[in-house]
């Protein structure tokens, strides 16, 4: 990802010169917008990511209007986002948005969104004691997935479609994944109608995920224990003929004799 959105940020002389000032007495607020900008810039550079956010706060602040505050306003999300603020930078797509729902930047607000939702739902635990971020709450997963379809479904010939689309395929398979964790935990507790809406949700919503077979696996597995013979006998025969290798067809409960 490059460090500054793909925007004008070359602005023209005459806005350079029709910029105007607070009024106020103070040498640093009499600065021009222009001036206060490439201060941000420069800190954004040299990698100060949290002072440059407050600088970029600062600017709009001072200088609400213009061409100025609406690039601080993105560069804003891309400050929080590096300083590891990502609940800041989800604000930040959001309002920026929300100012302008028209602007051609919109598309990178809300991949950016997507991009912190991403790293906001990896929490202390799973980035360094190497829990499986796939069984962790996946909340802020299903906010990312939704902001990259945004950018695939509005965007597709924009720079950022081709890297949402890959990173949807990717949230699929920790998502289906994450519904059959829950199934199994369901199945261990003998909660075998829970289990099955899990597993029935990752073969109706994931097609094309690796969890799909251990949906199916797990979907006969429950009908099995709740008895609904003919329900079970319809899953193991779409195991069989999407997976008529799998290891799995060998148990008894999937066997001819045991569908009696």
Not at 112 to 121: S, V
């Amino acid at each position: 990802m490059s460090r500054f959105p793909a925007v004008a940020v070359m602005l023209v002389a005459a806005l350079l010169a029709g910029c105007s000032t607070t009024g106020d007495s103070d040498d640093e607020a009499q600065q021009s917008a222009a001036e206060l900008y490439e201060e941000a810039r420069e800190t954004l550079d040299n990698g100060r990511f949290q002072d440059a956010a407050e600088q970029l706060q600062d600017l709009q602040i001072q200088y609400p209007f213009g061409p100025y505050a609406r690039q601080a306003q993105l560069d804003l999300i891309y400050a929080h986002y590096k300083a590891g603020e990502m609940g800041s930078a989800v604000r930040a797509a959001d309002r920026f948005m929300r100012l302008h729902p028209q602007d051609e930047n919109v598309v990178y607000a809300r991949y950016m969104r997507g991009r912190a939702h991403l790293e906001r739902g990896e929490d202390f635990l799973t980035r360094r004691i190497e829990i499986d971020d796939r069984t962790r709450d996946p909340t802020a997963k299903r906010e990312a997935y939704a902001d990259f379809q945004q950018v695939v479904n509005r965007f597709p010939d924009s720079q950022y479609a081709p890297d949402a689309e890959e990173r949807m395929i990717k949230l699929r398979q920790d998502l289906a994944f994450y519904e059959l964790y829950v199934a199994d935990f369901y199945m261990r507790r003998g909660a075998y109608v829970a289990a099955a809406g899990r597993a029935q949700t990752v073969i109706e919503n994931f097609q094309g995920t690796p969890s799909v077979r251990r949906a199916l696996r797990t979907l006969a597995e429950a009908y099995h224990e709740l008895e609904l013979h003919d329900l079970k006998e319809d899953v193991v025969r779409v195991l069989e003929m999407n997976y008529p290798d799998d290891p799995a067809l060998s148990r008894p409960i999937f066997s001819p004799v045991d569908r009696g």
